[in-house]
């Protein structure tokens, strides 16, 4: 079987130190690790200071997204998001919780899996359940991307036109859809 590039968006936050740093500098050093196994960073957003989900969650976090091509297929790709992870200190204990690093597979071309259904399915989980459970599959595009300003605020300048094939919106579209306070949370880092 021939290898093929195949372009993908992530996103990334830390709200907690690594042995690296800084969230901030955890986050470029992440970046960099992706480029040195392997992907080709074809754009990388400014960094973004953004409130912790849920309110309250600890401390503020840094968030940042960049597009890439890999030769990786979707789930190598996700072991390698957290081997990158586990490098910089990840401990998976709560969900949702503080972290020093979190990279999400937002897209990975145009693929959905596991197949519309299941996605439509995690898609329309209420947040009190989104909270709590955890999918032992890769879910792609990422199904609650639509509905985080911290994802797409970023997201925005390194894949405007990125196109759900699900929900058949762009980038912006899907930003422009969000109300403006949740937006006006996402601020870029000083």
Known sequence: MTKHWSNINLSLGANLASSIGKPEQTLLAA???????????RARSKLYHTPAFPAGNGPDFINAAANCDVMWSPDRTLEVMHEIENEMGRARTQRWGQRTLDIDL?????IILPDAQTHARWRALPLAQQMTQTPEILILPHPRMQDRAFVLVPLSEVAADWTHPVLGKTVSEMLDALPQPDRDTVQVAQ
Do not use: D, T
Request: glycine residues 6%; neutral net charge; without cysteine.
């Open 31 to 41: 970046i960099s690790s992706l480029e040195k196994r392997g992907a080709v960073i």
């Open 106 to 110: 937002i897209s990975y071309e145009q």
